[in-house]
T-cell receptor, first 118, second 117 residues
Framework: GAVVSQHPSWVICKSGTSVKIECRSL??????MFWYRQFPKQSLMLMAT?????????EQGVEKDKFLINHASLTLSTLTVTSAHPEDSSFYIC??????????????FGEGSRLTVL | AQSVTQLDSQVPVFEEAPVELRCNYS??????LFWYVQYPNQGLQLLLK??????LVKGINGFEAEFNKSQTSFHLRKPSVHISDTAEYFC???????????????FGRGTQLTVWP
């Protein structure tokens, strides 16, 4: 199947710093990418939907100024957590949908990035 | 709006026993249905999906699920589990034909399957 790669897989940072997480579709072009956040022992919460070349659509309650999403190309989307605080510590997962795939809603998920803010 | 309910947060079973993980959903429109598996500190892997057609869907690793429209359920089953099946399982739905939001998934809270020797 298609491969979606996230980097870094683990990141530890100090409170107040910004962290960038990359999501790449390695063997297909992703017109749409989704960013999820997963708290321990809980489900995935959709944060935002990004379409290549346009602004991301954020879910209600997600601070767009804190979680900056950029989808500059068909193979790369980035999530930047600005001025991170300990409560931002979480597992962040991206997913991508092929632009040429069927309208099935099937997504390919990255391996996830665990952010720990000290 | 969509909602997905996974009735069991934890399911412990012994190796080689059958297992059923339950999933119910609510939606005002037609949906696609999915089951994903997540191993510790990893992303999600698709087990199987229902798009249309036969209501019994077979997936990877010996799993299958049956779509029951009248009961709005999509329960996951495996006749004989292995220790390697220990993982978190998520049921998810996606609306049919939602244009730019196609592919947006609504997840259940997950069921931790633990297989004991």
């Amino acid at each position: 199947g298609a491969v979606v790669s996230q980097h870094p897989s683990w990141v530890i940072c100090k409170s107040g710093t910004s962290v960038k997480i990359e999501c790449r579709s390695l063997d297909f072009q992703a017109t749409t990418m989704f960013w999820y956040r997963q708290f321990p022992k809980q489900s995935l919460m959709l944060m935002a939907t990004s379409n290549e070349g346009s602004k991301a659509t954020y879910e209600q309650g997600v601070e767009k100024d804190k979680f900056l999403i950029n989808h500059a190309s068909l193979t790369l989307s980035t999530l930047t957590v600005t001025s991170a605080h300990p409560e931002d510590s979480s597992f962040y997962i991206c997913s991508a949908r092929s632009g040429t795939g069927g309208m099935s809603g099937e997504l390919f998920f990255g391996e996830g990035s665990r952010l720990t803010v000290l | 709006a969509q909602s997905v309910t996974q009735l069991d947060s934890q399911v412990p079973v012994f190796e080689e026993a059958p297992v059923e993980l339950r999933c119910n959903y609510s939606s005002s429109v037609s949906v696609y249905l999915f089951w994903y598996v997540q191993y510790p500190n990893q992303g999600l892997q698709l087990l199987l999906k229902y798009l249309s057609g036969s209501t019994l869907v077979k997936g990877i690793n010996g799993f299958e699920a049956e779509f029951n429209k009248s009961q709005t359920s999509f329960h996951l089953r495996k006749p004989s589990v292995h220790i390697s099946d220990t993982a978190e399982y998520f049921c998810a739905v996606s609306e049919v034909g939602r244009g730019s939001t196609l592919g947006r998934l609504y997840f259940g809270r997950g069921t931790q399957l633990t297989v004991w020797p």
